[in-house]
């Protein structure tokens, strides 16, 4: 496959699972606006911008106490998350970078791919805030449902080749990587708290582990239980094991970059943010440390996989 | 046995729906259709009276609902939008992407006329590959002085850098677009584009979309397939590898997403199968051409580029360009690579080089053009000059280097202003430019504002050369949507409709 493709593909995977990610986080957030309370719908902003690694509009002190206020901040902060251009993770600049890199890779994937993303880009094009504020939680669902679409579609249609591990690949990483980066938050948020637990009822929701955490520890809500959970289940899709086992996986899949060194480098990488949850995670005291140590492991096995597919050096690289 | 006045109603309805009667609500306005006697209609030899071959859709389109038509209009137009079926147009960022728009009214050519074009056309890409060969090689036809020398050498598309290459099959052009006019006089070759010619997505495209509209007319018409375009693209460029290596490896060759042209490149990629490449994915070592793969570096064979010649190669061509592969016009003389279409080819489309193209057929292969020219003067003649000068309301008047409709007055059209303005550039560069006679171009009927307007068309076929010459029964039908206008160019207000081949 040609690298520039594989690059493609994999930066499509990536841009729309964020474009997911944040859109998943919005229709929670939104819905809880109707019966929150102020406490709660700005801890819940604080999250999603300290997981994104943003501050809001006007910095994170600016949000009021005043109920009124915080729900008209409410439509600015969801504006600066969804339609706003200059924020590189808002759901449109993901969708739309995404739509992008899947036009430029369109022969890449089947057509059937191709047709579901650019309905999804062409029905979010036009849309302003303002079009969507009477019922946003229908406006977000519809744009997750949409990206599940593509997923599926993905699944049923492509060729199972070098470009569906590439943009599978890239899914994998942009996983991880989320989810560290909202548990994370999570964390470091619930601690300035009164309320020990607040957040995290939320937190499995937006990994879709509601129903699992009910069925493995009832109804009472733990944070320590949660964050094992979301963390280390092989069983639970959106756990940072899962994630970090299918990137593994995946690359597993491909077979050996031009770069050896950089090729095997990434492999290591994969093994060890999956060892670190594995082995690592039911005994270690600063688990928080730990996060932060596979995102990093993440983030490296980024710049190594681009390494050994995409930028490597032509001089040793094999002639075919 | 399919109903004789099948239409495209019956597959408008979901099933069970309610099937309107096609006679009740405003049907399609024929009445105030203004046939010109004096202008070729495609569909009508007089008023009311449709030519043998367009009764099936005349009578169809008589009988529509007008609001069904729209429909019909409509859904096509959006299939192209929803499938991102667009063109880039350059220096407009507010519609960077842009959908050409089709009009749902095919034009229809007999199969037996279509044949006759057919033979045209491989007589006339049969002389342009020997004047290629020739040209870069012994220059007979300059030396015999059947073209004069200045016309050839003085053409800016002239690449010296190719003298003494020869290409697999002599098949210099690989891919030719061939714009076609009519008349009241016949099939007239407008331009022959040989160097990147596009538009064959919007082919198929069209098809795909009017097709789905108007099934059982589109069957009832018993319409020539279009879509094997690709296999016969694919089949033409293998031909064509370097030494008949088997199975060779294909790229295109794309200047990125950026070009106006690039879904086209992209759809093409698809469909014959190649790896769809930029400049940069590309080098050369040791005077054969590489991609870089996930895999390594791996071999290319044969390039369909859709990179102009100045931007090919930076050690060659322009030293600037950052499209290019650095080192390719050398492994292509050195015969490694094969590059569909040769650099060079566009001396051939030259603007002053066509009104020649006759001579050649009649230089090379001794026979008659099979297809006409239009009477073309050249305006580095001083005659033609002054008959130039003295008729420009009258004429139109190109300039050699441009397309795309750009560089151009249309005298009937202009302003007194305008033709000063040309008239002072003919004065100053009179070998930049050449004139025509202002042609009535044919016109065939399309659905303006619910209502059967006649608009002003022309016919883009492609031709594909390899071991043999192939073209598939259909062409890039473009329409210059607005009343009057003669110019079909999609960057100037032209649209796109479907050209039925029809046997019937």
Redesign the interface.
């Known amino acids: ?6 690059q493609g593909v994999y930066w499509m995977g990536r841009y729309l699972t964020r474009a997911h990610h944040v859109s998943h986080l919005l229709e929670l957030h939104v819905q809880a606006l109707v019966d929150r309370s102020v406490e709660e719908i700005h801890f819940g902003w604080r999250r999603i911008y300290r997981a994104m690694k943003r501050l809001p509009p006007a910095g994170e002190e600016w949000l009021p106490e005043a109920e009124e206020l915080a729900l008209a901040d409410s439509f600015t902060l969801a504006d600066d998350l969804t339609f706003e251009r200059s924020n590189p993770d808002s759901v449109w600049s993901s969708l739309e970078r995404g739509r ?1 890199n899947a ?2 890779m ?2 890449c994937i089947s ?1 059937e791919m ?2 579901c993303l ?2 999804a880009y ?1 029905r979010m094009r036009d849309l302003e805030t303002v079009d969507i504020w009477r019922t946003p939680e229908a406006f977000y669902g519809q744009t997750c449902n949409e990206i599940h679409n593509f997923v599926g579609i993905a699944d049923a249609t492509m060729y199972r080749g ?1 470009a569906w591990r ?1 943009m599978r690949l890239g899914r994998a990483i942009e996983r991880v990587q989320l989810a560290v980066s909202l548990i994370l938050a999570q964390t470091e948020l619930g601690r300035r708290m009164k309320r020990r637990t607040l957040g995290w009822a939320s937190m499995l929701r937006m990994h879709h582990a509601s129903e699992a955490y009910s069925r493995l520890y009832g109804i009472e809500i733990r944070p320590s239980r949660v964050l094992d959970l979301l963390a280390s289940d092989p069983l639970l899709p959106a756990s940072v094991l899962s994630s970090v086992r299918a990137a593994a996986a995946e690359l597993d899949a ?5 770069d050896a060194e950089a090729d095997a480098a990434a492999r290591r990488l994969a093994g060890r943010a999956g060892a670190m949850i594995l082995y690592d995670w039911p005994e270690a005291r600063d688990r928080e440390e730990l996060l932060r140590r596979v995102d990093r492991c993440t983030r490296d096995l980024h710049g190594t996989v681009l390494d050994a ?2 930028d ?1 050096g ?1 001089q040793d ?4 | 046995m399919l109903p004789r006045r099948a239409w495209p109603g019956e597959c408008l309805s979901a099933p069970g729906a309610r099937r309107t009667s096609p006679t009740r609500g405003q049907l399609l306005d024929f009445d105030s259709y203004d046939h010109d006697p004096a202008i070729f209609d495609e569909m009508f030899v007089a008023r009311g009276a449709p030519r043998e071959h367009c009764r099936a859709v005349h009578e169809a389109l008589r009988s529509v609902r007008r609001q069904e038509l729209e429909t019909i209009q409509e859904r096509v137009t959006r299939s192209f ?4 079926i667009t063109f880039t147009v350059y220096g407009d960022e507010e519609a960077e992407e842009r959908t050409i728009p089709i009009d749902c009214v095919p034009r229809l050519l007999r199969l037996a006329e279509w044949r006759e074009l057919e033979v045209g056309l491989v007589q006339r890409i049969s002389a342009l590959n020997l004047f290629l060969a020739d040209v870069y090689g012994d220059c007979r036809i300059v030396r015999d002085g059947v073209i004069p020398i200045d016309v050839v050498f003085d053409c800016p598309q002239y690449r010296p850098e190719m003298r003494g290459v020869s290409v697999p099959n002599n098949a210099w052009v690989a891919v030719c677009g061939t714009d076609i006019v009519r008349t009241h006089e016949g099939f007239m070759v407008l331009e022959d584009n040989l160097r990147v010619p596009s538009g064959v997505s919007y082919m198929i495209a069209n098809r795909k979309a009017v097709k789905a509209g108007l099934r059982r007319l589109f069957r009832t018409c018993r319409v020539q397939e279009v879509e094997h375009y690709g296999r016969l693209l694919r089949q033409t460029l293998t031909e064509l590898a370097p030494g008949g290596r088997p199975d060779p490896s294909l790229a295109l060759l794309t200047p990125g ?1 950026w070009n106006s042209a690039f879904y086209e490149h ?1 759809f093409l ?2 469909e014959i199968g190649a ?4 400049g ?2 590309l ?1 050369v ?1 040791d005077g054969f051409v ?10 290319v064979d044969v390039i369909y580029r859709r990179v102009d010649d100045d931007f090919l190669d930076p050690l060659v061509f322009r030293r600037d360009s950052l499209l290019g592969v650095p080192g390719l016009l050398n492994a292509f003389k050195r015969g490694h690579v094969t590059l569909a279409n040769a650099p060079g080819t566009g001396v051939a489309d030259d603007k002053s080089v066509y009104a020649y193209v006759p001579d050649m057929v009649r230089y090379y292969l001794a026979e008659e053009p099979l297809l006409k020219n239009v009477d073309t003067r050249l305006c580095r003649r001083p005659e033609d000059l002054e008959y130039t000068l003295d008729n420009l309301e009258h004429l139109v008047v190109k300039r050699v280097g441009e397309s795309g409709g750009h560089g151009m007055l249309v005298g009937p059209h202009s302003t007194p202003e305008e033709r000063d303005e040309f008239r002072e550039s003919l004065r100053a560069a009179p070998a930049e430019y050449i004139s025509q006679p202002t042609l009535a171009l044919s016109r065939s009927p399309c659905l303006v504002d619910g209502r059967a307007e006649p608009r002003h068309v022309d016919l883009r076929p492609f031709v594909l050369t390899g071991a043999q010459t192939r073209i598939v029964p259909g062409a890039l039908c473009r329409v210059a949507l607005r009343r009057g206008s003669l110019v079909v160019n999609s960057s100037q207000g032209g649209g796109g409709k479907d050209l039925w081949v029809v046997d019937l």
């Open positions: 496959m040609l690298s520039r493709s594989a992008e036009r430029q369109r022969h057509a191709w047709s650019n309905l062409l070098a590439f491909i077979a050996t970059g031009p597919f995409v490597y032509i690289a094999p002639l075919r | 939008s929803q499938e991102g997403t992209m990629a698809q790896e769809l490449v930029e940069q994915d080098l070592n590489y991609m870089r793969t996930t895999a390594g570096l791996r071999r």
